[in-house]
């Protein structure tokens, strides 16, 4: 750009030259020789009419000292930028330059300037004019003749001010003109002071003109509020203000990458800005821990709008962006120094509560957010198969030992177990979903109730036609794409979000697919009987249940049509059961991880914080309705042994990680001799292993090393009294039984007890002997579930209620889980299993709502 490099040079040689002379004449010094009226009226009137006041003095010494000529600052103050701001046309520019040289407008001199601009620049007509009046006032450079470039015809397309009343980031005003060449450049005004931006003028447009884009980035601007005006200048010394206006700079603080961070809406404010450079990644915000409801948007490095984030009642808000092109920005701008920036605004959501009080949240800059410890953390390194889509009810892979990096809030790394860790149900997954009925708008009892996790549902109507809205929101909002498919007896069709579904007779299945930003899919079903099915589980199968069984047998038929199930009838008032089962220590839950669940005057049955559950507790687990869904079906899974269900490697599976994953004692395959030998599942008695003696190895009944029974194993925790008067009464009495037997005051085992191969003296022997006492105990005596094991309602030689396995109220709940963990890790999950379902008189209306807390 040869003419805006002499505008910014020409004096500058001249100064030189005239240093250079300077420095041979003694004579000569700053303040040594006085202008003439003339000069001083020229450079006085110059000053005044390009707002160049405040330079005057030390052009009028440097003029005087010979550093540069009356027509360099004359030159200088008409093609500046100053000057330029104020949009005069030629005509204007003309009188002007009259009135510097010669005090007021001489229509004479005027023309003599239009001539000059017909072929000429601007440098060149003044140059010409000053050399008018002196010809020692001609510029110390040479002035091109040439009339440089030109533009004209400027038209704005996008204005300077940005989204929602603030501006960030690197602003572009777009817009097109007729230009001679490409020696134009732009500059930005901010509260009168000069910031240079940057304009790149690309190929003719579709009207023959040129298009353009300047950039200026806002880092360099102070928070507040400015006034802007953005001036287009050309190589012929002439500008124009194209665009302005009043913006607002909002203060951002600095997120980073694979960070946790505290922030805040402070008290009295509404909105919190932060600046995020995701460096080469993909932009990634998680707001978690929230004390009020949010909204959340992302900006991308121009400051355009890419999303926003409000859902009511959601524990989480997240943010999502796409890496940017950096060289592409910089290719568009002409600006050097660009970053893969994004901004994030964050103000009071619609539902906040609060308007003055402070908002705080705690923001998780990765892919995948962490729970561990208590707190929230990054996770360093994508966990690929340990996301939140590996989810129970599509099968998962065991990473129980594989170790994984996390950062917590004070940016310490952390090496744990995947075991350890809880993944929040983010990505690709829905935060409500769904069925509203039409006449109040209430929900439909889809079961199970809706969880983030939780992909498949089912609803039977017991034959009663309805009709309904779908309701279906994503966790990731705009960042993801949401499908919503209808299936009716066969056919497809597409529907939305709100959309009117009439059901009628047969099968209808409601399925959303969501496409997260991570690129990971997750689909969720809602499957709907009206009537009867198109095959006989309906008339063979729901007919033999009660009406309110039917939801969960129709989910659990869909998801896993090999399954068979049979109704036992108890023929008991299920409010009789229930009294009978919260009675004292008859139902038991753990103070240390479920407080919420024992009732709080309650005794501890021994040292673990076992005290007596809730009534709501109980009845909830008492309920067998609570457990028709995947996971948790399998506490009414028939516990005889099946080889061609169960193997060693599954056992294996179940254990490993557990204190029996170890070289000293091949426990896979004692299990499973142990199971074949009783006629009991081996992943019931490893289930029932580890539930007893805990994960690790807790109890000393495993190890044979209680003190004073050193040598006597106890995995089942047969005759485990609790003995509240002693401390470790349960212990010990479970060690007494290893011994001895039923009655360890006799010390003498029967032959009964032989033949459960008492005492048990070493790891098999306790193992495979258990195993028998279950056997006779109890899957012999028809309580062949962990439900019926758990809870007596078989009419049997002992009654009812008295022939109980556990204390732990979760007992079935939780080893069903592990049935099914063991069960998926070896792909088992489809083989045709029989699940015997106790069915109650009188049984509650409403059902499916954990207590309090999850189990």
């Known amino acids: 750009m040869e003419y805006l490099a002499a505008a910014a040079v020409f004096f500058i040689l001249g100064i030189v030259s005239v ?11 700053l303040n040594g020789k006085k202008t003439d009226a003339d000069t001083e009226g020229i450079l006085a009137r110059t000053s005044e009419l390009t707002c160049g006041d405040q330079g005057l003095e030390r052009a009028e010494k440097r003029v005087s000292a010979g550093m540069y000529t009356v027509g360099d600052y004359l030159i200088r103050s008409f093609t500046s930028a100053d000057y330029l701001s104020m949009n005069k046309d030629d005509e204007t520019f003309a009188e002007d330059l009259s009135v510097a040289l010669y005090g007021d407008v001489d229509p004479i001199v ?3 300037v239009l001539t000059d601009l017909e ?4 440098m060149y007509a003044i140059n010409e004019q000053a050399k008018e009046v002196k010809a020692s006032y001609a510029s110390s450079t040479s002035v091109s003749p040439d009339p440089g470039d030109r533009f004209e015809n400027c038209v704005v397309t996008k204005p300077l001010e940005g989204t929602d009343g603030y501006t960030i980031g690197i602003r572009k005003v777009e817009g097109s003109f007729e230009t001679t060449g490409d020696e134009v450049r732009t500059d930005f005004f901010v509260d009168g002071v000069l910031y240079q931006g940057n304009i790149n003028i690309s190929d003719e447009s579709s009207d023959g003109g040129s298009e353009f884009v300047m950039a200026w980035d806002t880092a360099g601007v102070d928070p507040g509020d400015h006034s802007v005006l953005i001036l287009l200048r050309s190589s012929d010394g002439r500008g124009e203000i194209i665009a302005g206006g009043d913006i607002s700079v909002p203060r951002c603080m600095t997120i980073v990458n694979d960070n946790v961070q505290q922030g805040s809406i402070d008290q009295g404010t509404d909105i919190s800005w932060y600046m995020f450079d995701a460096q080469d990644r993909d932009a990634y915000v998680n707001f978690v821990g929230l004390s009020d409801d949010i909204k959340v948007t992302i900006y991308n490095a121009y400051g355009e709008y890419i999303g926003s984030n409000d859902l009511a009642g959601s524990d989480y808000e997240v943010l999502r962006g796409r890496a940017q092109d950096i060289e592409a920005i910089k290719s568009e701008t002409g600006l050097t120094d660009v970053a893969n920036k994004f901004f994030v605004r964050v103000e009071r959501g619609a539902e906040c509560s609060v308007s003055e009080d402070a908002v705080t949240y705690t923001m998780v800059q990765s892919r995948y957010v962490a729970r561990y410890d208590g707190a929230y953390m990054a996770v360093l390194e994508d966990p690929v198969t340990a996301v939140p889509t590996t989810l129970p009810q599509t099968g998962s892979v ?29 990505n690709g997954m829905l935060t409500e979903f769904g069925l509203n009925n039409l006449t109040d708008g209430g929900a439909v009892n889809v079961f199970p109730s809706f969880e983030k996790t939780v992909l498949n549902y089912g609803y039977s109507t017991g034959g009663n036609s309805e009709s309904f809205t779908v309701n279906a929101i994503s966790q990731e909002g705009y960042a993801a794409d949401m499908t919503i498919e209808l299936e009716v007896n066969g056919d497809v069709s597409e529907i939305t979000s709100g959309t009117r579904v009439d059901l009628v007779p047969g099968e209808t299945v409601i399925r959303v697919t969501i496409d997260s930003f991570d690129g990971s899919e997750t689909q969720y079903n809602i499957f709907i009987l009206n009537g009867d099915d198109k095959g006989d589980f309906s008339e063979n199968t729901l007919s033999q249940f009660p009406v309110s069984y039917g939801s969960g047998l129709w989910l659990l038929h869909n998801v896993h049509p090999e399954y068979n199930f049979r109704p036992y009838n108890t023929g008991l008032d299920f409010y009789t059961v229930l009294d009978h089962e919260d009675n004292a220590d008859r139902s038991l839950a753990n103070v240390n991880s479920h407080p919420a669940w024992v009732v709080s005057s309650s005794p501890v049955y021994d040292g673990g914080g076992w005290m007596s559950a809730t009534n709501e507790v109980v009845q909830y687990f008492l309920d067998p309705r609570n457990f028709l869904e995947p996971q948790h079906v399998f506490s009414f899974e028939m516990l005889s042994f099946d080889s061609s269900a169960q193997t060693v490697d599954g056992v294996r599976n179940m254990i490993s990680g557990s204190f029996m994953d170890t070289d000293e004692y091949d426990y896979a395959q004692i299990i499973y001799d142990a199971g074949e030998l009783a006629n009991v599942s081996p992943y019931f008695l490893a289930s029932r292993i580890l539930q007893e003696m805990g994960y690790q190895g807790q109890s000393e009944l495993c190890h044979g090393t209680l003190e004073g029974y050193e040598g006597y194993y106890n995995f089942y925790n ?7 008067s002693i401390e470790n009464g349960a212990l010990i009495n479970g060690a007494r039984y290893a011994m001895w037997g039923r009655d360890p005051d006799e010390q003498e085992i029967t032959p009964e007890e032989e033949a459960l191969m008492l005492p048990w003296t070493s790891v098999e022997r306790a193992i495979q002997g258990g195993a028998l006492w279950i056997s006779s105990s109890y899957t012999d005596v028809g309580q062949d579930t962990l439900y019926f094991q758990k809870f007596d309602v078989i009419e049997n030689e002992d009654g009812l209620y008295q022939h109980q396995y556990a204390q732990n109220i979760s007992m079935a709940y939780s080893e069903g889980a592990r049935y099914f963990s063991g069960y998926a890790s070896i792909n088992m999950l489809d083989n045709s299993f029989t699940f015997v379902i106790p069915v109650y008189e009188n049984m509650p209306a409403e059902f499916g709502v954990m207590p309090d807390t999850g189990a």
């Open 398 to 426: 065991d990473l129980s030992e594989q170790m994984i990096s996390l950062a917590d809030l004070n940016n310490n790394v952390i090496e744990t177990e995947y075991s350890n860790v809880r993944f929040l149900p983010i």
């Open 718 to 724: 047969i005759g485990s009294t609790p003995d509240p």
């Open 19 to 29: 240093i250079v002379l300077g420095s041979s004449m003694s004579s000569m010094s």
């Open 119 to 122: 072929d000429h620049s601007r």
């Open 110 to 112: 005027v023309s003599r």
